[in-house]
């Protein structure tokens, strides 16, 4: 039960014992009871009146505030099975490179399970820490930017080193960094890549002339 219940219950009590006291003041032939008496008991009747309002309104914040809660928890269970669903690795850490929290994909491409990656240094799975650092600097910098791309070697637990591309993110409203792990793009893949962008700066210039 909690507090606020209780005290809405006291207070309920006591206007019942002071409705009481008011009808013995107020019979017929009670001399004992001064008019100073009675005009206390008024006003101790408007106070307890007032505090019974007080408490009703308290209770109905509270109610609102715990629905609030309520949404909260859902967007962030909503928000947590989403970065599990994610077919990419995913890992948080603070500013120091620590891992906080990792998704399954996070946890199977570093072969170790996900609840042991927490306190871990991302750099233990990192083989070019020279570059993890400037990106670790760079988002948590003031003044730094929100988005850096890396080629590194990433290291799994008992497995073959891997290259890969890790994507540092910082978010607006959240001190901690967000790093995103998927495979580098090859040197055919930027040949592409490159090919494509020649034409279609080549199709756009054509159709502007």
Known sequence: MSTLHNLTLR???AVGRLADLQRRAERPGNGSVSAIAKAALKELSSALEDLQVANEALQTQLDELNAVHTKIANVQQTNEEFAQALPIAVLWTDREGVIEKGNDAASQLLNIGRHHLVSKP??????????LFAALKSLCDAEGVRAVDVDVTVRPRERRPRKMRLCGRRLRHDPR?????????????????????????????????
């Open 122 to 131: 991302l750099m233990f799975f990192i083989t070019d820490r020279g570059p």
């Open 11 to 13: 207070t309920a009590t």
């Open 177 to 209: 960094c967000v790093w995103f792990l998927h495979e580098a793009p090859s040197a055919h893949d930027h040949d592409v890549s490159t090919a494509q962008k020649e034409s279609h700066e080549r199709y756009s210039a054509d159709g502007l002339a």
